[in-house]
């Protein structure tokens, strides 16, 4: 539920139906964290940068790094992340990019989320009434690690904290839409035995536009559903990726605390889950799908898988047909050029 917004001005609005958006939005420039130097390639110059959307790319000198972060990154609605009423010089924030060049690694130190976006977060310049709605930020995260990201519990921004996802231990995120190129996710996590948390790295939350994480590897991700990712009422494709050793660490199912979804953990009703030209192996979830595990609540949805393997994947106590891998309820499972067992 939605909370109580804090300004009068605020509340009139959302009594007629609807805030007025803004009507800028953001350009794309680029933005340089550091200045040639690991040293200077600090969290809170990272932190900075993303917060207002654009590019986000690193001078962090020649060799690799990894840049432990005191803070999670947090990406607003606005470039100021207030409302415009409020300041009229926000503009509302379409896009980020945040592009590691194939150097950088992010860690959460095993303390916090990594990185959170959450279009119906007040604090974050909340635009209108319709924010289940949204489909912008539209955040990009590439050619970067992402490792030991801590998503037990909800992240602070400014000293308050911020609605708890329940997941999502390197990104979590509600609204917008995200896309995933070219990064590993390893040894994140997030609560350990919960009937509905889930997305040990990645945690996609009512989302009307598909989510796209391609040509990725997640390993050693955990939680109590969706070791790797967890989708709830979100559209997503997973493609040319690899999950492995990627565990539901809950039990007792939805009526107890978890345990579906070894890598990867879907519940809504419509929204369609395609895995395409994925490896999904050995994998583990005590309950159902410890490859993956798809639940259309009202029969509507559909769960595709083309030219994949899932297989070896252990520990299942109920499954689909003569998959182990995989549990599924819904309208289709569509399965073509694939090896699942």
């Known amino acids: 539920m939605l909370r109580v917004l804090a ?34 390639c600090t969290p809170a110059a990272l932190a900075k ?6 590019t986000v790319k690193f001078r962090c000198g020649p060799q690799r790094v990894t840049i432990v972060l005191d803070r999670t990154l947090v990406v607003c609605n606005t470039t100021t992340c207030q409302h415009p009423f409020a300041d009229p010089s926000a503009k509302v924030v379409e896009r980020l990019v945040l592009d590691g060049g194939g150097k950088v690694t992010l860690s959460g130190a095993n303390k916090r989320p990594i990185l959170y976006a959450n279009t119906c977060q007040e604090s974050f310049g909340w635009l209108d009434a319709h924010c289940d709605t949204q489909t912008t930020p539209h955040i990009v995260v590439k050619n ?8 037990t ?3 602070t921004f400014k000293g308050h904290r911020l609605e708890n996802l329940r997941g999502g231990g390197a990104i979590a995120m509600r609204g917008g839409h995200l896309t995933v190129q070219h990064v590993t996710f390893r040894d994140n996590r997030c609560i350990k035995a ?5 997305g040990g790295a990645v945690r996609l939350v009512g989302q009307r536009v598909r989510s796209k994480l391609v040509d990725s590897t997640f390993v050693r991700n955990r939680c109590a559903n969706g070791g790797a990712v967890s989708s709830l009422q979100a559209p997503m494709l997973l493609s040319r990726s690899t999950l492995t050793d990627n565990v539901a660490t809950g039990s007792g199912t939805s009526s107890g ?14 929204q369609a889950v395609t895995v395409d030209r994925s490896t999904i192996q050995r994998n583990r979830a005590p309950e159902g799908g410890p490859g993956v595990f798809y ?33 599924f309820l819904g309208k289709r499972f569509v399965r073509s050029g ?4």
Do not use: C, E
Request: charged share 15%; no cysteine; net charge positive.
């Open 7 to 40: 300004s009068i001005a605020t509340l009139v609005m959302l009594l007629v139906g609807a805030a007025p958006r803004a009507s800028a939005s953001t350009a794309s420039p680029v933005t340089y964290v550091g200045h040639g130097t690991a040293r200077s």
């Open 194 to 198: 919960d009937s509905d948390a889930g």
């Open 257 to 270: 605390k978890g345990g579906n979804g070894g890598a990867v953990y879907f519940d809504g009703t419509k």
């Open 338 to 341: 694939s090896t699942i067992t």
């Open 295 to 327: 639940v259309s609540n009202d029969w509507t949805g559909t769960l595709t898988i083309t030219h994949s393997k899932v297989t070896k994947n252990t520990g299942a106590s109920f499954w689909t047909g003569k998959t182990r891998s995989i549990f």
């Open 144 to 151: 970067l690690v992402m490792q030991k990201g801590n998503a």
């Open 153 to 155: 519990k909800a992240p």
């Open 49 to 54: 940068a993303v917060r207002g959307g654009g």
